[in-house]
C-alpha cells in the first residue's frame, strides 16, 4: 500500500494528481487494474473543466533498447 501512495511524490503539486482505475468481473473473480480506454484522457479534459491535464496509461510488452543494450519488457508501462 506505501508504494501507492508514494507514485509522483515529486512533484510540486502532487496532491492534485489522480488515476482511474477500473475492475473487470468474470467467472474467475474481481481484478482491478489501472488502465482505462484510450479515449477516456481527451474526453476527461474535455467534459470536466477542473481537469488541467489528462494523459493515457497503458501497457506494453516491446524490446526496449539504449545504445547497443537491448532486453525484453514483458510488464512495461507509459504514458
Known amino acids: 500500500m506505501q508504494d501507492e501512495l508514494s507514485y509522483d511524490q515529486f512533484h510540486a503539486r502532487a496532491d492534485r494528481i489522480y488515476r482511474v482505475a477500473g475492475e473487470y468481473a468474470d467467472e474467475a473473480g474481481v481484478r482491478a487494474f489501472a488502465r482505462a480506454a484510450p479515449l477516456l484522457a481527451p474526453t476527461l479534459k474535455q467534459d470536466f473543466p477542473e481537469v488541467e491535464q489528462a494523459v493515457p496509461f497503458a501497457r ?20
Open 60 to 79: 506494453f510488452s516491446s524490446v526496449v533498447s539504449k545504445g547497443d543494450k537491448q532486453f525484453y519488457e514483458n510488464e512495461g508501462f507509459f504514458c
